[in-house]
């Protein structure tokens, strides 16, 4: 099966990675603090929280940004459920605004719709890699005193306007499960330029416990410390982070062969009336974490389902998080944006990856090409 994504492993990498195995720190070492500081220094953010994976940098966000009973967060419903739960965790309330039917991401016109005096933050979710439209959702987020988190989990690389995701907002995080834009096997990070968002995240991680002397408020002596939040255990380990640090050197090459492998979709689906490729916006890059088409006048149950068979791993992001029994049971029964609806009935994921070699592109293309012309 070619899978819709999937890692990329050399062997510095693996070396990477067994010279931690051959160190003293497996966690809590010295490979932390280098991954954050090279994700910080490659997106332009002040400080970096190497965690867990990408849902407890979310869990970590809301809970810096204060989100609590009674708070509402405005996100989108096109985007994996962690976008959501992570509000959740934390006793707030999830609103979905609905999406752009070109972008698919966010449309700022619904965040201002949903916006009430309860309204605390706003989660965007750059669908794809794609950047969301983030003067207006910052200028939305001026007027009304609000936190702007981004869910950069598909968007590592991504620029906006000449500025990279990560370095725009209260808070941004990433996630490094094997199909994202770098991998660490499960890890996350969240960067941020705010100090005191810092410090919260680094406390949370690890059970609210610190043992800096200038935060207790006594020093019984050196074996001392204090728990000042109610945290958990979210650590990421050294083994994972060197791994995530000699990804880090590739990034760049992956996402330019990503972008490769998309001028070549497109092109090859440029003649095709009832494949909708994914609409590129002129003063962004995409990090082009997914492939997202629309096919239109045919079954797409019945295209997925024989790309399937013929051994092509294709998925669909997202089913709207709403739609879901747990949101359905509580309180979201009447919840509907149009749009993602309309969008989540006709879209399809097809294979991107570094690794997707130009014959299984082509086979791909032949393949969706040939059930949607039946
Ligand atoms: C993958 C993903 C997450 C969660 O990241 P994990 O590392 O799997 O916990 C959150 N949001 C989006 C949009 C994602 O794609």
């Given at each position: 099966m070619i899978p819709y994504g999937?890692?990329?492993?050399?062997?510095?990498?693996?070396?990477?990675v067994v010279d931690v195995l051959q160190s003293d720190s497996l966690t809590t070492g010295p490979k932390i603090a280098?991954?954050?500081?090279t994700v910080a220094d490659y997106v332009g953010a002040k400080y970096a929280v190497a965690i867990s994976n990408g849902t407890s940098a979310l869990h970590a966000a809301c809970f810096a940004a204060g989100i609590g009973p009674g708070d509402e967060v405005i996100t989108t419903p096109l985007t994996f459920a962690a976008?959501?739960?992570?509000v959740?965790?934390?006793?707030?309330?999830?609103?979905f605004a609905d999406v752009d039917p070109k972008t698919y991401n966010i449309d700022p016109e619904d965040i201002q719709r949903k916006i009430t005096d309860r309204t605390k933050a706003i989660i965007a979710v750059h669908l794809a890699g794609q950047p969301c439209d983030m003067d207006a959702i910052h200028s939305i987020a001026r007027e009304h005193g609000l936190i702007v988190?981004?869910?950069?989990?598909?968007?590592?690389?991504?620029?906006?306007?000449?500025?990279k995701v990560g370095s725009m907002s209260d808070m941004t995080t990433f996630s490094f499960h094997p199909v994202k834009p770098i991998t660490t096997g499960e890890g996350g990070m969240i960067v941020t330029d705010n100090e005191d968002f810092y410090k919260k995240m680094?406390?949370?991680?690890?059970?609210?416990?610190?043992?800096?002397?200038?935060?207790?408020?006594?020093?019984?002596?050196?074996?001392?410390?204090?728990?000042?939040?109610?945290?958990?255990?979210y650590r990421i380990t050294d083994i994972q982070c060197a791994l995530g640090c000699s990804q880090m050197k590739k990034l760049d090459r992956f996402l330019a062969r990503r972008k490769e492998i998309v001028a070549h979709y497109n092109e090859a689906f440029a003649d095709c009336d009832n494949i909708i490729t994914p609409y590129q916006l002129s003063d962004t890059e995409s990090g082009w974490h997914l492939y997202i088409v629309q096919v239109k006048n045919c079954d797409r149950r019945q295209v997925f389902e024989k790309m399937r068979e013929k051994g092509i791993g294709v998925n669909v992001h997202y089913i709207p998080v709403y739609m879901h029994p747990y949101y359905q049971e509580h309180g979201y029964e009447n919840v509907h944006c149009a749009n993602a609806e309309e969008i989540y009935s006709h879209i399809i994921s097809l294979p991107l990856y570094p690794g997707l070699t130009s014959e299984q592109q082509d086979y791909v293309i032949d393949t969706l090409k040939s059930l949607c012309e039946e």
């Amino acid at each position: 099966m070619i899978p819709y994504g999937k890692q990329t492993i050399d062997q510095d990498d693996i070396q990477a990675v067994v010279d931690v195995l051959q160190s003293d720190s497996l966690t809590t070492g010295p490979k932390i603090a280098e991954f954050e500081q090279t994700v910080a220094d490659y997106v332009g953010a002040k400080y970096a929280v190497a965690i867990s994976n990408g849902t407890s940098a979310l869990h970590a966000a809301c809970f810096a940004a204060g989100i609590g009973p009674g708070d509402e967060v405005i996100t989108t419903p096109l985007t994996f459920a962690a976008s959501a739960n992570c509000v959740l965790y934390c006793g707030g309330t999830p609103v979905f605004a609905d999406v752009d039917p070109k972008t698919y991401n966010i449309d700022p016109e619904d965040i201002q719709r949903k916006i009430t005096d309860r309204t605390k933050a706003i989660i965007a979710v750059h669908l794809a890699g794609q950047p969301c439209d983030m003067d207006a959702i910052h200028s939305i987020a001026r007027e009304h005193g609000l936190i702007v988190i981004e869910d950069g989990a598909h968007a590592l690389g991504s620029v906006y306007k000449g500025k990279k995701v990560g370095s725009m907002s209260d808070m941004t995080t990433f996630s490094f499960h094997p199909v994202k834009p770098i991998t660490t096997g499960e890890g996350g990070m969240i960067v941020t330029d705010n100090e005191d968002f810092y410090k919260k995240m680094i406390l949370f991680r690890s059970h609210g416990i610190t043992r800096d002397d200038s935060m207790m408020t006594r020093n019984d002596g050196p074996w001392f410390y204090q728990q000042f939040d109610l945290g958990y255990n979210y650590r990421i380990t050294d083994i994972q982070c060197a791994l995530g640090c000699s990804q880090m050197k590739k990034l760049d090459r992956f996402l330019a062969r990503r972008k490769e492998i998309v001028a070549h979709y497109n092109e090859a689906f440029a003649d095709c009336d009832n494949i909708i490729t994914p609409y590129q916006l002129s003063d962004t890059e995409s990090g082009w974490h997914l492939y997202i088409v629309q096919v239109k006048n045919c079954d797409r149950r019945q295209v997925f389902e024989k790309m399937r068979e013929k051994g092509i791993g294709v998925n669909v992001h997202y089913i709207p998080v709403y739609m879901h029994p747990y949101y359905q049971e509580h309180g979201y029964e009447n919840v509907h944006c149009a749009n993602a609806e309309e969008i989540y009935s006709h879209i399809i994921s097809l294979p991107l990856y570094p690794g997707l070699t130009s014959e299984q592109q082509d086979y791909v293309i032949d393949t969706l090409k040939s059930l949607c012309e039946e």
